[in-house]
């Protein structure tokens, strides 16, 4: 089975290939293919997917080019994890917001909205291509901003494409740690849009135990969200946010700490990843420490402008074990492959699921997965706070994917004055000015 990689010169690739090293079942991948623009990059990653396979039985071959027809051609499975405009891209999307004053976040407000209007004509173009050349692939989207993307794609490719995301699952994972539950045995009553959701629920041996948590101090101080958040408010939602709440729940603190870091995060994300592709740049760099140096570095340091407006300080070691966006990817592949049967949390159409939202809107629910694909499940209604945040992102969204489609400079703008980090219609122009002038991605817009 012939696994494609869109963006396959990216940081995160050796742990897609790392969940692929333990699976040696019937069925299993049997190669890789590595695209990217960069050349360069794509070349560091399949070195360091090299050591890491070494001496590993059965190992998936891996192959690297920068053609996307050669990589789409006979793959059974696409994973989309490119970034348009590179990390260079996201640190202007958050500096050109944070000198007016609102989030530049990659997914979340101004941010989000920039960098969904440079990358939905280039994931649009990508579906066409594998509509064209293959047909009968499964695509699972990475590329943020992960819900805008995959519903762009579903658009050409329906529900052969599938997204995904590892924030859902690390809550219910350290949920149910501080729970004492099994996170593989537990159900995780969880809904939303992409970094935009709820956990209301963990359900073990069919009881919900999440009150138990709201109701013991102790214990919702104990874990990454609880700290973020605080108690109070979490038992005032009787839900525990997604970790991105905290860009619209404390929207003014979380301006505050990026506007007063020494860097934002794209830019020191842009620093660090480049330090480390010159590193690769050397022969006789050994790879794969060089990459685990740097994901280590990268992950103790998620989130940390909100964490120092939350005063939390630095993540404990327990926090720093994410949902793992390559095991729900590798999960997800099984699934359909050879048609065992999985609950996972995934971006897919709505269907009827959530009736304040249509039945084409992607959205973020656990789904029974198996041969047929992802399926989502029933789920109670959305309190009417929650109902108000999920209507207006998604219309935003909606707004994005028809100036994306249009080319309107006036789409665009509505796009961003709608938002609800986004507090002023004179804001919205300014931004669209200033990320136009910058990136050339965004070329296409016109009055």
Same mark, same amino acid.
């Given at each position: ?20 090293? $333990? ?79 609102? !989030? ?72 149910? *740690? ?34 138990? =948590? ?15 958040? $605080? ?24 301006? #505050? ?31 794969? /420490?060089?990459? #685990? *140096? ?13 964490? %120092? ?13 994410? $949902? ?15 048609? %065992?049967?999985?609950?996972?949390? !995934? ?41 108000? =945040? ?27 004055? =709608?938002?609800?980090?986004? /507090? ?5 122009? *300014? ?17």
């Amino acid at each position: 089975m012939k696994l494609t990689i869109l963006g396959g010169g990216g940081f995160r690739v050796p742990l897609v290939y790392g969940a692929l090293l $333990g699976d040696h079942a019937e069925g299993r991948v049997t190669h890789v293919t590595l695209y990217d623009l960069d050349e360069g990059r794509v070349s560091a990653i399949a070195r360091v997917l090299a050591e890491q396979g070494e001496g590993v039985p059965d190992a998936p071959g891996v192959t690297a080019t920068t053609d996307l027809d050669e990589a789409l051609r006979g793959a059974d499975f696409v994973f989309s994890a490119i970034r348009v405009g590179g990390l260079e891209g996201r640190a202007a999307d958050e500096r050109i917001a944070l000198a007016e004053g609102v !989030l530049g976040q990659e997914t979340v407000g101004a941010g989000g909205i920039a960098y969904g209007l440079r990358t939905v004509p280039v994931a649009v173009r990508v579906a066409r291509r594998i509509a064209e050349l293959a047909p009968d692939a499964w695509v699972i989207n990475f590329t943020n901003p992960a819900g805008l993307v995959t519903e762009a794609m579903s658009r050409i490719l329906g529900d052969r494409v599938v997204g995904i995301c590892d924030s859902p699952v690390g809550l219910g994972r350290r949920v149910a *740690r501080v729970l004492g539950a099994d996170p593989d045995e537990a159900w995780i009553d969880y809904v939303g849009l992409n970094h935009l959701g709820w956990l209301r629920g963990l359900r073990v041996g069919g009881r919900d135990v999440l009150p138990r =948590l709201l109701a013991d101090e102790e214990a919702l101080g104990s874990f990454e969200e609880g700290r973020l958040f $605080g108690s109070e408010w979490l038992r005032s939602l009787g839900a525990i946010p997604n970790e991105y709440l905290h860009y619209y729940y404390f929207n003014r603190e979380a301006v #505050h700490a990026y506007r007063t870091a020494e860097r934002t995060r794209g830019a020191y994300l842009r620093d660090q990843q480049a330090g480390f592709y010159a590193e690769m740049a050397k022969p006789d760099t050994p790879a794969l /420490d060089a990459w #685990h *140096r740097t994901l280590a570095d990268r992950e103790a340091t998620y989130m940390a402008a909100n964490r %120092e407006a939350a005063g939390t300080g630095e993540r404990d070691e327990e926090d720093l074990e994410s $949902g793992g966006y390559e095991k729900v990817a590798l999960a997800l592949m099984r699934a359909i492959a050879r048609d %065992e049967r999985a609950t996972l949390i !995934l971006n897919v159409r709505n269907g009827t699921t959530l009736a304040a939202l249509d039945a084409d809107a992607v959205i973020e629910v656990p789904c029974l997965v198996d041969a047929n694909g992802a399926h989502p499940v029933s789920v109670s209604p959305l309190p009417y706070h929650a109902v108000g =945040l999920v209507t207006a992102v998604k219309a935003v969204e909606r707004e994005v994917l028809a100036a994306a489609e249009s080319g309107s400079r006036t789409t665009a703008v509505k796009a961003f004055a =709608l938002h609800p980090l986004v /507090d002023s219609v004179a804001v919205a122009r *300014r931004l669209v000015d200033g990320y136009t002038a910058e990136h050339p991605g965004l070329a296409y817009l016109r009055p």
